[in-house]
T-cell receptor
Framework: GAGVSQSPRYKVAKRGQDVALRCDPI?????LFWYQQALGQGPEFLTY????????KSGLPSDRFFAERPEGSVSTLKIQRTQQEDSAVYLC????????????FGSGTQLSVL | AQSVTQPDIHITVSEGASLELRCNYS??????LFWYVQSPGQGLQLLLK??????LVQGIKGFEAEFKRSQSSFNLRKPSVHWSDAAEYFC??????????????FGSGTQLTVLP
C-alpha cells in the first residue's frame, strides 16, 4: 500500500475484554515497530520485528501484551484482559531495512478501555 | 538509558514569526537525533535527522535543527512559521536495537499553536 495502515481506527473495550490491533506495513518493509502513546505523552517503544522474527519485546508492559508477524508482513498486537491503563493510541511504524532510519508511521489505533 | 526532554509543553507564535522548539537529550554515546511532527489524526512524519557530520541539518517544510554536543541539545527552528505548521512536535533519540534497528525514545512533545 501507499502507507502504513492500521485498523481499527478506534476501539472501545470493556475492562477484561481481549482486543486485537492490526498493522499493515508498507509492502517490502523489513522492520516493524509498535509504540504506545498515552494522552499527552510521546510514543513509547513496545516491540520490534525484523521480518517475522520478534527481536525485541522489552517494551511490552506486561504478559497481557502479545505481538506477532507470522509471515513477515501484517502484524497484530493483542492485549488480553484489557485494563483502563491500557487506554492509549497504539502506533505501528515500518522501515525498508533495519538500518534505514526513516520510519513510516501509521495513524494509530485509539484504544479506550471502559 | 537514553532520555529526551522537551521543556515546552505548548508554544504559541504568530504566523510569519520565527520558531524555536527546545530538545535536550541524555545518551551515553553519539546520539542519533530526530524531529517528528504529528498532526491530528495523522501518523508521525519525519522532519529531519542527525547522525554525524554537519551539526546544522536541514529538513522538510523549511525546518532546520542544530546539534550542540556541549549543551546536549537539538533544537528545531524555522525562520517564518505558516499556519499549517500548527501540530505537535516530537524530538527523539535513537539507539541501536536488536538486528541493528534504530529504537526511538521520544520526548513528551511540544504543541505548537499558530495565530493568524
Amino acid at each position: 500500500g501507499a502507507g502504513v495502515s492500521q485498523s481499527p481506527r478506534y476501539k472501545v473495550a470493556k475492562r477484561g475484554q481481549d482486543v486485537a490491533l492490526r498493522c499493515d506495513p508498507i509492502s517490502g518493509h523489513v522492520s516493524l515497530f509498535w509504540y504506545q502513546q498515552a494522552l499527552g505523552q510521546g510514543p513509547e517503544f513496545l516491540t520490534y520485528f525484523q521480518n517475522e522474527a520478534q527481536l525485541d519485546k522489552s517494551g511490552l508492559p506486561s504478559d497481557r501484551f502479545f505481538a506477532e508477524r507470522p509471515e513477515g508482513s501484517v502484524s497484530t498486537l493483542k492485549i488480553q484482559r484489557t485494563q483502563q491503563e491500557d487506554s492509549a493510541v497504539y502506533l505501528c511504524a515500518s522501515s525498508l531495512r533495519p538500518t534505514n532510519e526513516k520510519l513510516f508511521f501509521g495513524s494509530g489505533t485509539q484504544l479506550s478501555v471502559l | 538509558a537514553q532520555s529526551v526532554t522537551q521543556p515546552d509543553i505548548h508554544i504559541t507564535v504568530s504566523e510569519g514569526a520565527s520558531l524555536e522548539l527546545r530538545c535536550n537529550y541524555s545518551y551515553g554515546a553519539t546520539p542519533y537525533l530526530f524531529w517528528y511532527v504529528q498532526s491530528p489524526g495523522q501518523g508521525l512524519q519525519l522532519l529531519l535527522k542527525y547522525f554525524s557530520g554537519d551539526t546544522l541539518v536541514q529538513g522538510i517544510k523549511g525546518f532546520e535543527a542544530e546539534f550542540k554536543r556541549s549543551q546536549s541539545s537539538f533544537n528545531l527552528r524555522k525562520p517564518s512559521v505558516h499556519w499549517s505548521d500548527a501540530a505537535e512536535y516530537f524530538c527523539a533519540v535513537g539507539r541501536i536495537s536488536s538486528g541493528s534497528a534504530r529504537q526511538l525514545t521520544f520526548g513528551s512533545g511540544t504543541q505548537l499553536t499558530v495565530l493568524p
